[in-house]
């Protein structure tokens, strides 16, 4: 046991001190006896080959304060700090903890719930016993199994059969100047039953000024019936010297459709994972994303898509642009079952490079034990295209107009991709802004 | 407007314009044609500023400036303008958007006031009827997806918003159909007035029916071999070309 893992051992202790008898209090002691016994992920360890989390194993993240005087923010200055239509259905965490005074959820359908961790463990916990940490159990994942352990609190969604959702959940991770040295572990849960449909937007954004990094670990758990859709669309916008670690887990059923987009511009070092299983037979998975780093930044993304059932399809398509010294990982596992035949699998990433010093490490992993499959990967590791940069300035477009139109529709292309119109026009704008220094019209 | 003077050039290290000499002036459509190979693309694409290509001697003069020192930018911003053979598609980026900022930034190198969105699609609506294409093209991403024929009307619509003075047709007929050629001619003609002029590169006597050449050089082996007035084309069209070919 390394110094900080016994650090945390106390603090779990202290946290966790009236935890008493039950599920929960089991559930939370053994993810906190695996979280000792993994420690944190070195080098060595083929999932983290190109990512050391030392800045972040070195540090003691401490417990989320509870705010003791009046909210700092507005609801406005929520609308400010994330994409997104502010008549979305929202729920406001700040440094981790719940803010009633800056959500609103209420116009949701009857047999919707969406609730906190804390609220549905009070209505419900026969059904968050039932399928908390079940998708999620931190088997072999550290950060997995730290956030069960320390899990303040987060979502709970259940979507009866056949209910469709129109306006999405909005769920607002917000780190002020108070969470300077915190670790913050959100959870969320998600049921959706056979038929029915949801669509939840995950935000995390800070609200300078910051000093010292924070600590984001978040895990998602999503369940997706038969013949249901979730899309999901995770918007990681941390503080530059905070670091983020964030897990989703996805297992779906027959038909069903499970869409992804992963937008990470933040933190000093983010690692996202994005774990699917197509366990029912036609289920479809689309897992996208665009990443944008500069200076020393540090973005490492995993997908995971296991093909459990015959007739699936999953197609995905990440793109990085990388600028300063940064550094980017991609590695895209598939795993294609005996039993899956006829799985249609297609996974593309691509990676643009601006300067000399950005580095990319890129790992495509494709483990098939089908005879009767369709499976590709494509990766490109690039600059930008001189026949495209000759045409623009044919045009009459001065060299660096070309350079700046051009990486922002790299970008552009996955994320056209996005199907909810605020969110895409959205963080155009905000590629466009950052590419050209100059408003998208 | 144009002089090429014994212009020599490489790409790698095979040269490919070995000593051409042409003039064109105001008002004139000048067709260059000739076998595959000959080196009509690599001219067309040297006079646009391609960087592939390294020009080993002789001079380009463009309105009496040296077309060789200025960048591509500024040689489209000094009113040349070049039809792509295959042009380029750009995903993510609409053709209002991408016409729009050449057109401003041609108008703001040349000292004239930049058009805001509501303005330029105002302007654009004309120049959609010129080559039959509709509104919903500006919303597309440039060449994206388009099919040839589209993307050589695109090209001429590019054309009729930037209003070149000196227009290089790169094979813009290939890969049309009968239709979508007389469309694209039509742009062309409608935009040709005694102030500007066009090179039709062509290996087909086909355009040159509905664009009609004042003069036509045959380009072999990097060098014009034959020049002429348009019954030249006719005849390329009757016997090919190894007879000029073989008189060179």
Redesign the interface.
């Known amino acids: 046991m390394s110094s900080s893992t016994e650090a945390y051992e106390q603090a779990f202790g202290a946290l966790r001190a009236s935890g008493g008898t039950g599920w929960l209090p089991a559930l939370r002691r053994e993810a906190m006896d695996r979280f000792s016994a993994l420690g944190f992920p070195t080098t060595r360890n083929e999932d983290w080959h190109f990512t050391s989390v030392t800045p972040i194993a070195e540090k003691v993240f401490k417990i989320a304060p509870t705010r003791t005087g009046p909210a700092t923010l507005s609801p406005a200055d929520i609308t400010a700090l994330v994409i997104g239509d502010p008549d979305w259905h929202r729920l406001v965490f700040v440094n981790g903890r719940f803010e009633a005074s800056l959500s609103a959820f209420a116009g949701l359908p009857a047999e919707v719930r969406v609730t906190t961790l804390a609220e549905a463990l009070k209505e419900s916990p026969e059904f968050v016993a039932e399928h908390l940490g079940k998708l999620a159990s931190g088997e072999g994942q550290t950060f997995t199994a730290f956030n069960t352990a320390f899990a303040q609190d987060g979502v709970v969604i259940h979507v009866p059969g056949g209910e469709v959702v129109e306006a999405p959940v909005h769920i607002v991770h917000i780190a002020d100047s108070h969470a300077a040295g915190v670790g913050i572990h959100p959870r969320l849960l998600v049921v959706v039953e056979p038929l029915a449909q949801i669509t939840i937007v995950e935000s995390y954004a800070c609200a300078g000024p910051m000093s010292g990094g924070y600590l984001t670990n978040a895990v998602a758990e999503i369940e997706i019936g038969n013949g249901a859709r979730v899309d999901h669309y995770k918007i990681q916008r941390e503080s530059t010297d905070a670091f983020h670690v964030g897990t989703t887990q996805v297992r779906q059923g027959r038909d069903s459709m499970y869409h992804s987009f992963s937008y990470a511009a933040g933190a000093a070092i983010s690692r996202t994972n994005v774990y699917t299983q197509l366990a029912g037979e036609n289920a479809e998975a689309r897992l996208n994303g665009l990443y944008l780093i500069d200076g020393a930044q540090h973005a490492d993304h995993q997908t995971f898509v296991e093909h459990l059932a015959p007739a699936c399809a999953s197609r995905e398509l990440y793109k990085g642009i990388l600028d300063g010294g940064s550094h980017g990982v991609f590695n895209g596992k598939v795993y294609v079952d005996p039993i899956a035949q006829k799985t249609d699998g297609k996974q593309t990433n691509h990676a643009l490079l601006l300067s000399d010093h950005a580095r990319i490490d890129t790992k495509p992993q494709l483990e098939i034990f089908a005879d009767d499959v369709k499976c590709t990967h494509g990766a490109t590791v690039g600059r930008l295209?001189?026949?495209?940069l000759?045409?623009?300035?044919?045009?009459?477009?001065?060299?660096e107009?070309?350079r700046a139109?051009?990486t922002?529709?790299?970008?552009?292309?996955v994320?056209?991709t996005i199907e909810v119109d605020a969110l895409r026009e959205g963080l155009e704008a905000l590629a466009f802004a950052r590419f050209t220094q100059s408003e998208?019209? | 407007m144009l002089k090429i003077e014994n212009l020599h050039a490489t790409a790698g290290d095979k040269e490919i314009l070995k000593g051409i000499s042409l003039t064109v002036n105001s008002g004139e459509v000048h067709a260059i044609m000739g076998p595959n190979g000959s080196g009509k693309s690599t001219l067309a694409q040297i006079i646009?500023?391609?960087?592939?290509y390294v020009v080993t001697s002789g001079s380009v003069t463009y309105e009496g400036k040296d077309l060789l020192a200025m960048?591509?930018?500024e040689?489209?911003?000094a009113g040349v303008?070049?039809a792509?053979q295959y042009?380029?598609e750009?995903?993510?980026?609409t053709n209002a958007?991408?016409f729009r900022?050449?057109?401003n930034?041609?108008r703001k190198?040349n000292g004239m006031e930049e058009l805001d969105?509501i303005e330029f699609l105002d302007f654009m609506d004309k120049k959609l009827k010129l080559v039959e294409m509709d509104e919903a093209m500006l919303h597309r991403?440039v060449n994206a997806g388009f099919s040839g024929g589209e993307k050589k009307r695109n090209e001429i619509l590019?054309m009729a918003v930037?209003e070149p003075k000196l227009a290089i047709l790169d094979e813009t007929d290939s890969g049309l159909d009968i239709d979508a050629l007389r469309v694209v001619a039509g742009g062309v003609n409608a935009l040709r007035t005694r102030e500007n002029a066009t090179i039709v590169v062509t290996h087909y006597q086909r355009l040159l029916n509905y664009i009609v050449p004042d003069f036509v050089h045959v380009l072999a082996h990097g060098r014009i071999v034959k020049s002429g007035g348009k019954e030249l084309a006719v005849e390329l069209e009757a016997r090919g070309y190894d007879w000029v070919m073989e008189a060179a």
Do not use: C, T, W
């Not at chain 2, 646009?48 to 592939?52: L, M, N, T």
């Not at chain 2, 750009?90 to 980026?93: A, E, L, T, W």
């Open positions: 295209d001189e026949g495209a000759f045409y623009m300035k044919s045009r009459g477009l001065g060299a107009n070309a139109l051009l922002y529709a790299f970008a552009a292309e994320l056209e998208l019209r | 646009a500023g391609h960087p592939g960048a591509a930018e040689r489209a911003q303008f070049l792509f042009p380029i750009i995903p993510g980026v958007y991408f900022s050449a057109y930034e041609v190198a969105p991403s590019q930037l």
